[in-house]
């Protein structure tokens, strides 16, 4: 089976930190994404990643940034954490483009 | 407009009913995906297709390419099967287009 983890399941932070959101896939998957989920929202894309190394913005990138140094890890950053950035965030990776996507169990952050 | 649209928003039913829910989209795809979302968890994929009906337990997805519509039902539903169900489709980057999901709520 495929497993997708993310870092935390709750995380509450103060205005103004950095934070670093984790995700790790234990399938070697090529792609992988990082989704943020509001009511009555949807799901949005934030970043994606085709590969090591490599990053592409989504629909919604600003005030948010990536790292992808290894193929299992893709971590999203929050320069400095505000309150509009209240949600959960998701990620998500598939093998290939048109492959099924497989999600993390998802992170509720809160910024206070 | 949104490029998918989902229908109903809420949806309560008895247990033992028969479910369907919609899924409509404007754009070309490649595949069509129907994902399940329990309360506080995280995202399952049920079905990907990109033609004709696919079936897994009590659930049944089907699509028409020519209307561009989807549709998930659920066979003698469950309260377990309390979730938000989400349509997602395939774009020309390859990435999903995501609806904004029906909410089911099956009562005993």
């Known amino acids: 089976d495929v497993k997708v983890t993310q870092s935390s399941r709750y995380l509450v932070k103060r205005t103004g930190e950095k934070v670093f959101l984790e995700c790790v896939q234990d399938?070697?998957?090529?792609?992988m994404f990082w989704y943020r989920q509001d009511p009555g929202l949807g799901l949005r894309l934030i970043y994606f990643?085709?590969?090591?190394?490599?990053?592409e913005k989504g629909d919604i990138p600003e005030g948010y940034s990536v790292s992808r140094e290894k193929k299992e890890r893709f971590s999203l950053i929050l320069e400095s954490a505000s309150t509009n950035q209240t949600s959960m965030y998701l990620c998500?990776?598939?093998?290939?483009?048109?492959?099924?996507?497989?999600f993390g169990p998802g992170t509720r952050l809160t910024v206070t | 407009k949104n490029e998918v649209e989902q229908s109903p928003q809420n949806l309560t039913a008895q247990e033992g009913e028969f479910i369907t829910i919609n899924c409509s989209y404007s754009?070309?795809?490649?595949?069509l995906h129907w994902l399940q979302q329990h309360p506080g968890g995280g995202i399952v994929s049920l079905f990907m297709?990109?033609?004709g009906k696919k079936k897994h337990g009590r659930l049944i997805a089907t699509i028409n390419i020519q209307e561009k519509h989807s549709s998930l039902h659920i066979t003698a539903s469950h309260p377990r099967d309390s979730a938000v169900y989400i349509c997602a489709v395939g774009g020309s980057q390859g990435n999903l287009i995501f609806g904004k999901g029906t909410k089911l709520s099956v009562k005993p």
């Open positions: 998500a990776s598939r093998v290939a483009t048109g492959a099924e996507q497989y």
């Open positions: 990643s085709y590969d090591v190394k490599m990053k």
């Open positions: 754009v070309g795809i490649s595949a």
């Open positions: 399938m070697d998957h090529e792609n």
């Open positions: 297709l990109s033609s």
